[in-house]
């Protein structure tokens, strides 16, 4: 039966409830006709506007509710706006996938030129004549790990960063927010730690 619901948002995006579901959260305040059974063409969804970047964080559901159309209109609206602001705010991108590049220096640009050709990069993948490879030693490559919260329903994440690996994993420094304050936090972090360096 059609439900007047696109196909790409049904895979990914929002999920029918059952009818049982749909009447309670109705009642719970979705609407604020306080007889939803006079309603009975008002269909109640759950909805995530990424299921990829919600996992870590447990559940937290969403609900939109109203005839099928309606709904349409409200999951394709807050997806584009979802969509727009995520690449205008920066988290597009899970924590755990900029990781796995941050560990390893890079990989994927291996091949990688900048955009002035005068200037050598200071990071190269493996060992050259004159530049030590960048993550190269696999010991000394940054890890984490990520402290289990009570609730599976978790608002934010807290991860202990080792910047040396295990070569030194007492010195580990403690780290929580957002996907992307963890990115930030560990850029701004060793950026500090490179400037130390430079001026002890």
Same mark, same amino acid.
């Given at each position: ?64 509710? @109203? /005839? =099928? ?16 602001? $995520?690449?205008? +705010? ?74 040396? @690996? /295990? =070569? ?16 930030? $936090?560990?850029? +701004? ?12």
């Amino acid at each position: 039966m059609a439900t007047g619901i696109p196909k790409s948002y049904t895979r990914s995006t929002i999920e029918k409830m059952e009818e049982s579901m749909a009447k309670l959260k109705l009642q719970q305040g979705l609407l604020s006709n306080d007889n939803p059974e006079e309603l009975p063409n008002f269909e109640v969804w759950r909805y995530s506007s990424s299921a990829r970047l919600d996992e870590p964080y447990g559940n937290h559901p969403r609900y939109l509710s @109203g /005839t =099928a159309p309606l709904v349409a209109v409200q999951a394709s609206a807050i997806k584009a706006l979802h969509d727009e602001l $995520s690449l205008r +705010l920066g988290y597009a991108v899970t924590f755990d996938e900029w990781f796995e590049e941050w560990q390893t220096g890079y990989p994927s640009l291996i091949n990688r030129k900048g955009s002035n050709s005068k200037l050598k990069t200071n990071y190269p993948i493996v060992s050259t004549q004159d530049r030590k490879g960048w993550r190269e030693e696999k010991k000394s490559r940054p890890e984490y790990n990520e402290w289990e919260h009570p609730k599976q329903n978790k608002k934010l994440r807290t991860i202990e960063y080792f910047p040396e @690996g /295990t =070569a030194k994993p007492e010195s580990s420094v403690v780290f929580s927010g957002s996907d992307s304050q963890l990115i930030q $936090s560990i850029q +701004l972090f060793t950026t500090c730690s490179f400037i130390s360096q430079l001026v002890s």
